[in-house]
């Protein structure tokens, strides 16, 4: 299972936001340097759409329509929507410029955290071995409520593995993958991949003690399905130009205007070839 988290560093950050204003407080304190050369309060990689969703459908923002299954409703350039990149823009105010670009955010946001200069960082808990690696004194949380009251509320993902149909042995490679989701190795896959696994019994075992069990569980009553519909692939190019052009101070209800006319069009060509 995957959602983004709020990682923070203990050693800079000891209690983690609990709303916009403590996540703003945090921030701003003066022992971070945000435009500066020294400790950066938060990054993320705002940028690309995957990661900034989660601030306009907590405001009251959405893609479609009808649980995301009617692309006539378009909900990413509503009063919520733009409150929601508001917020964005405001955080891409305290954050290096370099975060702008989202080819390479990604590796300049990891990079900082694992030399011990950021404080907080948004991502999935597959950066955990490198946390770890790099002997940083790394804590999980939800994300913070903005303040409407709601969570910050990230996109939610499963995979699965599978077996390809041109399997040469596939009853040995059925029996392969039914070997390695058996219940005593989900720890072990836990821990070497920072990877959340579909596995009740490990979860059982381990929300009441396992730290990032525990921020897991709590974000992901939160988590936003990603948009099954042939129609979504249509809004990540402009949502992802819209979260970039905020970082050059671009105005948001204009960003997401522009976004909504490109996605409209793209919907209107997809079913023009189809």
């Known amino acids: 299972m995957s959602t983004n988290l709020l990682i923070y560093n203990k050693d800079l950050v000891p209690t983690p936001p609990d709303t916009w204003d403590d996540l703003m407080a945090i921030i701003n304190d003066p022992k971070f340097d945000n435009n500066g050369d020294g400790s950066l309060g938060f990054l993320c ?21 009808n ?21 964005v823009k405001e955080l891409f105010e305290l954050m290096p410029k370099g975060m702008g670009d989202r080819t390479t955010a990604n590796d300049l946001m990891l990079g900082l955290f694992t030399e011990g200069k950021v404080g907080m960082m948004v991502r999935g808990t597959d950066v955990l071995p ?3 690696e790099a ?13 409407n009251g709601n969570v910050i509320a990230n996109y939610s993902g499963f995979t699965g593995l599978a077996m390809s149909g041109f ?50 569980n709590e974000q992901i009553q939160y988590g936003v399905p990603m948009v099954k519909i042939i129609e979504g692939n249509q809004t990540w190019d402009p949502m992802h130009a819209a979260m970039g052009s905020l970082a050059t101070g671009a105005d948001p209800k204009t960003a997401l205007d522009t976004a ?3 996605i409209k069009d793209n919907i209107a060509a997809l079913h023009a070839d189809s």
């Open 260 to 262: 909504v006319q490109q």
């Open 67 to 87: 649980n995301n299954t009617d692309p006539s409703d378009i909900g990413l350039n509503n009063e919520g929507a733009v409150q929601g990149a508001t917020y």
């Open 135 to 147: 002997g940083i004194n790394y804590g999980l949380a939800r994300m913070p409520k903005l303040p």
């Open 45 to 65: 990689n705002l940028g690309d759409f995957y990661n900034s969703a989660g601030f306009l459908w907590a405001a009251g923002g959405y893609m479609y329509g």
């Open 167 to 216: 399997a040469h042995e596939p009853e040995l490679a059925t029996e392969f993958l039914n070997f390695i989701v058996q219940d005593q190795y989900a720890a072990s896959f836990a821990e070497t991949t920072g990877l959340i696994p579909c596995n009740q019994k490990y979860l059982d075992d381990n929300s009441a003690t396992d730290e990032t069990i525990k921020a897991f």
């Open 130 to 132: 490198s946390l770890k």
